[in-house]
Structures are given as C-alpha cells and as structure tokens.
C-alpha cells in the first residue's frame, strides 16, 4: 500500500480503511482498524524520517512504535485464537500458524533494525505488515465469518 503523491495523509488514511473488509466480528473489527491506524502512523513516521539520517532519537521513536505493534498483533492474534478455540474453529491450527508466522517475521525484521539501525529493514517491516495486514484479512480471517456469524447472536456479535 502506497501513498500516492497527490493524496493527503488523511486521503491515504480514509482510502486504506475502506479497503479493510468486515470480518464479522465486532471487536476484531475494530482491532483491525485501531491497527491499521497504527500502522499508518509508522508510515508517515518512517516517511518523515526518510527525508534524512534518523538521529538516535528518531531511532528511540521508531523502536518502540514497533514495539507496540508486535504487541497489538500478539494481542490481537490471542483474541482471535481464543475465540476460535471456545467455538472449536476447524481451521484453528492454519490460523494460528500464519500468526506465528508473522510474529517470527517481524521480530526478525525488527530485531535486524534495531541492532544494525538501516533504513532497509524500516521499509521492509512497514511494507511486511501492510501487505501481510490485508491479505490475512481478505484471505484468512474472511474464513472465520460465516461460522463465527451461526455460533454468535447478533446483538453480541463480539469476541468476549
């Protein structure tokens, strides 16, 4: 995902969220989102500081929004998984591989930034975690709607 030249942040923002589908679940919904909009705050940091050489501070910065991604996402995919274990998801096992994937994947992207500090691995981790974002979404979560859609009611399509 790309900010286009003539679009604002708050463009890039709006467009990005609509392109996040519906997963059916309420609070992973909103997980999704609140993530997204993180992730566009790494954007525009790492954009911000692309325009010159990160100073130790900006390095401070960039380590612990990272930080705070990777927990989300391990939240995030605790969440979901508990809940797929409580309604017995038949797909529980492919699903959480894929999250312990992307969690391997970013603590290795943000373990090689940290200790050798290059700009390759900001960019790598920024794009990784938009691309991997939405197409976990689109493919891998879109899976769990339907069945979490007859085991939930609908007022309490939620996750708790």
């Known amino acids: 995902m790309q900010q286009f030249p003539y679009e604002s942040s708050a463009q890039f923002r ?13 609070d992973f919904n909103k997980d999704h989102q609140q993530f997204l909009d993180h992730l566009i705050k790494f954007h525009e940091l790492v954009e ?6 990160p100073l130790a501070k900006d390095w401070k910065l ?5 930080n705070f991604l990777n927990r989300y996402a391990k939240n995030h995919f605790d ?3 508990k809940l797929m274990v ?4 038949v797909k529980l096992d492919s699903h959480a ?7 391997v994947r970013i603590d290795d992207l943000k373990n090689n930034l940290i200790i050798k500090k290059e700009i390759l691995y900001i960019v790598d981790l920024k794009f990784y975690m938009l691309e991997w974002l939405f197409h976990h979404i689109k493919n891998v979560d879109m899976e769990y709607k339907p069945f979490f859609k007859e085991r939930l009611s609908a007022k309490k399509f939620r996750s708790k």
């Not at 990005?16 to 059916?24: A, I, K, R, S, T």
């Open 14 to 26: 709006e467009r990005l969220h609509n392109q996040l589908p519906d997963v059916g679940v309420t």
């Open 48 to 53: 911000k500081d692309s325009k010159k050489i």
């Open 62 to 66: 960039i380590e612990e929004t990272v």
């Open 79 to 81: 969440a979901e998984e």
């Open 86 to 89: 409580k309604y017995s998801f």
């Open 97 to 103: 591989q894929e999250h312990r994937e992307c969690i």
